[in-house]
């Protein structure tokens, strides 16, 4: 994706210090830079592209690592994370299972400031979420309702969990 700096910015699924991954920026001048090496912990192996919210930092997530990686052998969840346009990480949040797991789409900024994306797998039947990442720092609000919503846990917020079923998203009143 193109910053506003100009600049094109990505991610790669290996390579990197861990193997697990990179972020890069490529300057209109063909200047190459590598600003985040991913290990796994800080999350592995981003399948989709970046995001650039409206604060300027970039968002995004991994489909493993995270705070179960490396937890009985286990390659981890996923992650979504923000990036500062010099390359400072911050995990927003680790993927469980549950909440959760192998996200590899794109997020989305909403018109409410918050970000929404989806993950392959977790929930209640573990076929796959939509969850919200609140930046704010207000509590996670009372938000409609959809499917088999289930989990808030800090700033992450599960909405559905039947994405692989073919099933419809539906409002409940």
Same mark, same amino acid.
């Given at each position: 994706?193109?910053?506003?700096?100009?600049?094109?910015y990505g991610t790669t699924y290996g390579g990197g210090s861990g193997s697990?991954?990179?972020?890069?920026?490529?300057?209109?001048?063909?200047?190459?830079?590598?600003?985040?090496?991913f290990i796994g912990p800080n999350g592995a192996h981003p399948y989709a592209?970046?995001?650039? !919210? @409206?604060?300027?930092?970039?968002?995004?997530?991994?489909?493993?690592? =995270?705070?179960? *990686? /490396? $937890?009985?052998?286990?390659? +981890?969840?996923?992650?979504?994370?923000?990036?500062?346009?010099?390359?400072?990480?911050?995990?927003?949040?680790?993927?469980?299972?549950?909440? !959760? @797991?192998?996200?590899?789409?794109?997020?989305?900024?909403?018109?409410? =400031?918050?970000? *929404? /994306? $989806?993950?392959?797998?977790? +929930?209640?039947?573990?076929?796959?979420?939509?969850?919200?990442?609140?930046?704010?720092?207000?509590?996670?609000?009372?938000?409609?309702?959809? !499917?088999?919503?289930?989990?808030?846990?800090?700033?992450?917020?599960?909405?559905?969990?039947?994405?692989?079923?073919g099933g419809k998203l539906k409002r409940e009143n």
């Amino acid at each position: 994706m193109q910053g506003s700096d100009g600049s094109l910015y990505g991610t790669t699924y290996g390579g990197g210090s861990g193997s697990d991954g990179t972020v890069f920026k490529l300057t209109p001048a063909g200047a190459l830079t590598t600003l985040v090496s991913f290990i796994g912990p800080n999350g592995a192996h981003p399948y989709a592209g970046l995001v650039q !919210g @409206s604060d300027g930092n970039f968002y995004g997530a991994t489909s493993g690592g =995270g705070a179960s *990686y /490396g $937890t009985n052998g286990g390659t +981890g969840f996923g992650t979504v994370f923000q990036m500062t346009p010099a390359g400072v990480l911050n995990t927003l949040a680790s993927l469980t299972g549950p909440n !959760g @797991s192998e996200p590899y789409g794109s997020l989305t900024q909403g018109s409410d =400031g918050n970000f *929404y /994306g $989806t993950a392959e797998f977790g +929930g209640s039947a573990n076929d796959g979420v939509i969850f919200q990442v609140n930046l704010s720092e207000q509590p996670v609000p009372a938000l409609p309702r959809w !499917g088999e919503v289930a989990l808030a846990t800090g700033i992450f917020l599960v909405y559905a969990a039947f994405l692989k079923r073919g099933g419809k998203l539906k409002r409940e009143n």
